[in-house]
């Protein structure tokens, strides 16, 4: 690793690559992992339980889907190195339908991934209009708005989890100027959601677009069920549906590459947004297409979401409400009050990060830290993400080492 930051980078640039320093010699940070045995990673010659994937289904290690990658190699090859705009194999329009059909929104556009989703469509959605950005926004929304400005939108910030805020902004736009409004769903820190129904109505009375990132969300929560069902909701098709609304005034963009352990991402929008984007978004004119190993995997997750996806989800929730309520019962706080698998466990004392991390690290278990500045100081911790593929048994040495650290380390509720 570099011992300095390149000469011209930001005082922000320097303080986090000093953080990220201090943690790589921690050894919970930019690891090479050697090989995988369930959700177990081995780094060198040590084992650990992985509690920094993402794959919250536990797809990735399902072997029905990996059954699904070969027939359609051998059908299309590797990869067929077309970008969209030249031509689609057929895998494409497939997705596209179920991806529809599952979100219940008016059309969908797949492409690679969701950072190049945020830096191509919302400045080709902004123009040179006004953006309204959630203050916490995650950094790839942030890349797209910056980029966005940088091509003549004007760009301003709410306070995060404010709809009055937003309100009071959007009544500054001058009268007949788009408006977009960009946040997450599901947040990939607190593991909570915003008051979608109250944004949507802000969106709304002012005529303005939301546009919202639910990478965690899909494929974790869905639309309401009876009595009965999960807090999750079912069918994992994401945060507008969850909260019940329809895509009036909503651009939804989520992806595969967490809950379905594979690679592309999709916008949920209307059918002449979405032709007016395969001319105005680089990754499809230009970008090479996601390998068909990905595309097999996207379509064999679909047919396992449908037949299987309730019982993984109920086994998510299940795991998740364990490690929830015992943190609860040590009296440690987290921000997450939703139940989704994804638990913030802040410090009592940030300086304790690399201290922290090698403890964790002697204990076998592996999360993604929270240094700042990714994070304020006052939250800085670790992140547990939970998958439906862990075992019962690394739950109870999860929570074995959460009673150890206890609040004399965790922050206290
Ligand atoms: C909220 C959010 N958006 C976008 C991304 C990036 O997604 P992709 O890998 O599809 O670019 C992530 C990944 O961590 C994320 O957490």
Redesign the pocket.
């Known amino acids: 690793m570099l011992s300095t930051t390149p000469a011209g980078a930001s005082p922000a640039a320097d303080a986090a690559y000093r953080s990220v320093s201090a943690l790589t010699g921690a050894g919970l940070w930019d690891q090479v992992i050697d090989e995988i045995d369930g959700r177990r990673i081995r780094v060198g010659e040590r084992w650990f339980v992985d509690w920094a994937s993402c794959n919250y289904l536990g797809l990735d290690l399902d072997t029905e889907i990996m059954d699904a990658i070969d027939p359609q190699v051998r059908r299309w090859g590797t990869h067929p190195s077309w970008s969209r705009m030249l031509g689609s194999p057929r895998l494409y329009p497939m997705i596209e339908e179920r991806l529809t059909a599952l979100l219940g929104a008016p059309d969908t556009l797949v492409l690679p991934?969701?950072?190049q989703i945020h830096l191509s469509v919302i400045p080709a959605l902004a123009g040179k209009g006004h953006i309204l950005m959630d203050a916490r926004a995650?950094r790839?929304i942030y890349d797209g708005c910056v980029h966005a400005r940088g091509l003549g939108a004007t760009l301003r910030r709410f306070r995060t989890e404010d709809a009055d805020h937003l309100a009071e902004l959007l009544r500054e736009v001058p009268p007949g100027t788009p408006a977009l409004v960009c946040m997450?769903g599901v947040n990939?820190m607190t593991g909570n959601t915003p008051d979608l129904r109250r944004f949507a109505a802000v969106c709304r009375e002012s005529g303005a677009t939301l546009y919202i990132?639910d990478?965690?969300g899909f494929g974790v929560i869905g639309e309401p069920g009876p009595a009965g069902t999960i807090p999750y909701g079912l069918r994992g098709n994401a945060i507008v549906r969850h909260y019940g609304l329809d895509y009036d005034n909503i651009v939804l963009v989520g992806?595969f590459?967490k809950a379905y352990s594979s690679m592309l991402?999709f916008i949920a929008c209307p059918t002449p947004v979405k032709e007016y984007l395969k001319v105005a978004a680089a990754p499809y004119l230009y970008s090479g297409p996601v390998p068909t190993a990905a595309l097999a995997t996207v379509l064999a997750g679909l047919d396992v979401n449908e037949r299987r996806g309730e019982v993984l989800r109920a086994e998510l929730h299940r795991k998740t409400g364990r490690i929830l309520d015992h943190l609860a019962e040590l009296g440690v706080r987290t921000p997450n009050v939703s139940g989704y698998p994804l638990v913030q466990v802040p410090l009592n004392n940030a300086e304790e990060l690399p201290a922290v991390a090698d403890r964790l690290l002697d204990r076998g278990i592996y999360v993604t830290l929270a240094p700042y500045p990714g994070v304020p100081k006052d939250e800085v911790g670790f992140r547990i993400q939970v998958t439906a593929a862990h075992t019962d048994e690394q739950v109870d040495e999860l929570l074995a080492t959460l009673s150890a650290l206890g609040t004399e380390v965790l922050r206290r509720r």
């Open positions: 991934t969701i950072s995650h790839t997450d990939s990132d990478a965690h992806g590459s991402a």
